[in-house]
């Protein structure tokens, strides 16, 4: 399950958009001035699901986050005090990830990007996406999300 923001495949970890005085108008123009940070396939283990016995026993559950602020300021003078850190990040998720069971992929995405938001100023949007190769499905599949 994803939240937020639809995906861009970009191959690096960071990506910067060439900013020019015509990309910087129009309904995309925060894109031209921010940069994408992501963290992929970040394990937890939770209490999600449907089911009762999901809620008891728990399961693995599959994680990656993007986020996108300005990163000029950290980058130019060359401090991580003046971006979002990777650790701070995974702390975020990791807590609501661990925080009280819900039913729904959807609603710990949410929750996920919303605390995101909230404790980040700088960061303009998120995009969470949720996956639970357990899911208690009859059949053969790879991940569910």
Do not use: C
């Amino acid at each position: 399950m994803s939240s937020s923001l639809p995906d861009a495949s970009v191959p690096a970890a960071l990506t910067s958009e060439l900013v020019t005085a015509e990309s910087q108008s129009g309904p995309d123009a925060w894109r031209a001035r921010n940069d994408r940070v992501f963290l992929r396939d970040v394990p937890f283990f939770g209490r999600h699901g449907v089911f009762p016995e999901e809620q008891v026993l728990g399961q693995r559950f599959v994680l990656d986050a993007d986020w996108w602020l300005d990163t000029r300021p950290a980058a130019w003078a060359d401090d991580a005090s003046l971006t979002v850190s990777y650790q701070a990040v995974y702390d975020h998720m990791k807590a609501v990830v661990e925080d009280q069971p819900v039913h729904l992929l959807e609603t710990l995405a949410e929750r996920i990007a919303t605390r995101l938001l909230d404790h980040f100023p700088a960061v303009e949007q998120v995009r969470i996406v949720v996956r639970k190769p357990g899911a208690p499905i009859s059949g053969v599949f790879g991940d569910v999300g």
